[in-house]
Nanobody, 124 residues
Framework: QLQLAESGGGLVQPGGSLTLSCAAS????????IAWFRQAPGKERARVSC????????YYADSVKGRFTISRDNDKNTVYLQMNSLKSEDTGIYYC?????????????????WGQGTQVTVSS
């Protein structure tokens, strides 16, 4: 009943762009900080970006700084991840996660809700 659902993934050539969406059902996202994680084949799930409840504070992993932008529209109960200048190493399953401990980012285990993921493949 309480769910996050990612969408917007797909196959993109290097240098291309995608925008991912994370929509909440059954709860109101404005109470939650949201993070995007990704998991490449054979690798651990890694934090990509976080956004505060208000949307005023953000975090980006060094690997995506300057290329990715996280944003939220609380009226639409949705968080976005705009990904530009995509590289092959950006390939993976992208997950959104929600936590209400009032911190910008927290550890993986601290997130209360997770989506099922959306596949992003960056390849020629």
């Amino acid at each position: 009943q309480l769910q996050l659902a990612e969408s917007g993934g797909g196959l993109v050539q290097p240098g291309g762009s995608l925008t991912l969406s994370c929509a909440a059902s059954g709860f109101t996202l404005n109470y939650y900080g949201i993070a995007w994680f990704r998991q490449a084949p054979g690798k651990e799930r890694a934090r990509v970006s976080c956004i505060s409840r208000s949307g005023l504070t953000t975090y980006y992993a060094d690997s995506v700084k300057g290329r990715f932008t996280i944003s939220r529209d609380n009226d639409k109960n949705t968080v976005y991840l705009q990904m530009n200048s995509l590289k092959s190493e950006d390939t993976g399953i992208y997950y959104c996660a929600a936590q209400n401990d009032r911190r910008l980012c927290t550890v993986v285990a601290g997130y209360d809700y997770w989506g099922q993921g959306t596949q992003v493949t960056v390849s020629s």
